[in-house]
């Protein structure tokens, strides 16, 4: 079946650090991959996507590029803040056929703390 | 913006009790989802909807069952809690065919314990 996993947390850097969190993907097929972020005591928000092999997802300086060869998709920032702090998932959409067809399957989630 | 409401942020409920997470969602999104959230193990899928009247068992549908009446509406219901339902639990739901778009939308997450 799918799965994702992610890299160990929780993860405490400083503010303006570089950020890269893991992620490693088993899937048939071509799925789509997401990043979704939740801040303290909100639910789940949509980061960035990517839709097909080579794609980069982008937002609020966050990337992410959907490597078929690697079967991964990493997140990255070139520069935390404070504000970033929050659990980050990455999750997959299994796309063609299946029993799996537009479930998202998810990662264990890193928890990200900056400190000023 | 899509809104997902789920009624209760905590709950406190006795081992035994019948329990009914609610959610309700404003954008005629076919598509709604429960899932769970636990520390280390992310969310799993406990059940789905394509459209109203019609659920599909996710990957831990055991002791859970779901009610989809109306479209808007999608509810959980844990039939006889137990202490190892005590988790955090989180309504989705996405437009058909906009899943690539958009993405899903969530709701703010029921808090259950069971005691």
């Known amino acids: 079946g799918n799965s994702v996993t992610q890299m160990e947390g929780p993860v405490t850097l400083s503010e303006e650090a570089f950020l890269t969190i893991n992620c490693t993907y088993t899937?048939?097929?071509?799925?789509?991959l997401f990043w979704y972020v939740q801040y303290p005591g909100e639910g789940l928000q949509l980061l960035l996507k990517?839709?097909?092999?080579?794609d980069k997802g982008s937002n609020k300086g966050f990337e992410a590029t959907y490597r078929k060869e690697t079967t991964s998709f990493h997140l990255e920032k070139g520069s935390v803040q404070v504000s970033d702090s929050a659990v980050y998932f990455c999750a997959l959409r299994a796309n063609a056929g299946g029993t799996s067809y537009g479930k998202l399957t998810f990662g264990q989630g890193t928890i990200l703390t900056v400190h000023p | 913006d899509v809104k997902v409401t789920q009624s209760s942020r905590y709950l406190v409920k006795r081992t035994g009790e019948k329990v009914f997470l609610e959610c309700v969602q404003d954008?005629?999104?076919?598509?709604m989802f429960w899932y769970r959230q636990d520390p280390g193990l992310g969310l799993r899928l406990i059940y789905f909807s394509y459209d109203v009247k019609m659920k599909e068992k996710g990957d831990i549908p055991e002791g859970y069952s779901v009610s989809r009446e109306k479209k808007e509406r999608f509810s959980l219901i844990l039939e006889s809690a137990s202490t190892n339902q005590t988790s955090m639990y989180l309504c989705?739901?996405?437009?058909?065919?906009?899943?690539?778009?958009?993405?899903?939308?969530f709701g703010s997450g029921t808090r259950l314990t069971v005691v």
């Open positions: 989705a739901s996405r437009l058909l065919g906009q899943g690539e778009l958009f993405g899903y939308t």
């Open positions: 990517a839709t097909k092999a080579d």
């Open positions: 899937a048939t097929g071509y799925p789509s």
């Open positions: 954008m005629d999104h076919e598509n």
